[in-house]
């Protein structure tokens, strides 16, 4: 079975911009959460979805957004971009949307925001 | 405060040296994950546990409901052991909370 796959893998975007990122879950896994990773805040939860609905959402503001396609193909969205916003953006697939469900992570996409 | 503490921050230990890693969670869970993430950033799941103890090679899990606390143990460490091991929380709703990992080095 082919793992997450994300893409780009590496993005160097200036501030103002707005970028679109993209994972693919795992043949078979309906739920796809995003993490941002930096080396102050650690990893931290932006949101989940779950067959096309987002279920759940982290606190992070609203010019970061999400969707889920009905092949469970997930995309992040971020808007406005300021030089905070430079980190790893992770993303995990599982088969379902509860939390005990091992969750395999993609390679992530380093984002820099000059 | 943090719904996740990981202890230690940083690690140094002598090839063959027994580790612990603790991580205290205070919200309610319905499995507690252990992570390993490389250089690099790609992230491994290692252990998922929802009570007791798991083992997997060098690597031992365990939990305890009650005290909200979990430790990863690995025996006979190896430096290819070296990466950082990161505690999260998951709720039922599939929601992560993580510990801020701990960073090992493993010294030949």
């Known amino acids: 079975k082919a793992g997450v796959t994300q893409t780009p893998r590496y993005l160097i975007k200036t501030r103002g911009q707005q970028v679109t990122l993209s994972c693919s879950p795992i043949?078979?896994?309906?739920?796809v959460s995003w993490y941002q990773q930096t080396p102050g805040q650690g990893l931290q939860f932006l949101f989940e979805?779950?067959?096309?609905?987002?279920?759940n959402k982290g606190n992070f503001p609203g010019r970061f957004s999400g969707r889920q396609f009905s092949n469970s193909r997930s995309e992040m969205n971020v808007s406005t971009l300021e030089l905070g916003d430079s980190a790893l953006y992770l993303c995990?697939?599982?088969?379902?949307?509860?939390?005990?469900?091992?969750?395999?992570f993609g390679p992530g996409t380093r984002l820099t925001v000059l | 405060k943090n719904e996740v503490e990981q202890s230690p921050q940083n690690l140094t230990a002598q090839e063959g040296e027994f580790i612990t890693i603790n991580c205290s969670y205070s919200v309610g869970i319905s499995a507690l994950h252990w992570l390993q993430q490389h250089p690099g950033g790609g992230i491994v799941s290692l252990f998922m546990l929802s009570s007791g103890k798991k083992k997997h090679g060098r690597l031992i899990a365990t939990i305890n409901i009650q005290e909200k606390h979990s430790s990863l143990h690995i025996t006979a460490s190896h430096p290819r052991d070296s990466a950082v091991y990161i505690c999260a929380a998951a709720n039922t709703g599939n929601q992560f909370y993580f510990g801020t990992g701990t960073s090992l080095t493993v010294i030949p």
């Open positions: 979805y779950f067959s096309e609905t987002q279920r």
């Open positions: 995990a697939s599982s088969f379902s949307d509860r939390g005990y469900n091992e969750q395999f």
């Open positions: 043949s078979g896994h309906r739920s």
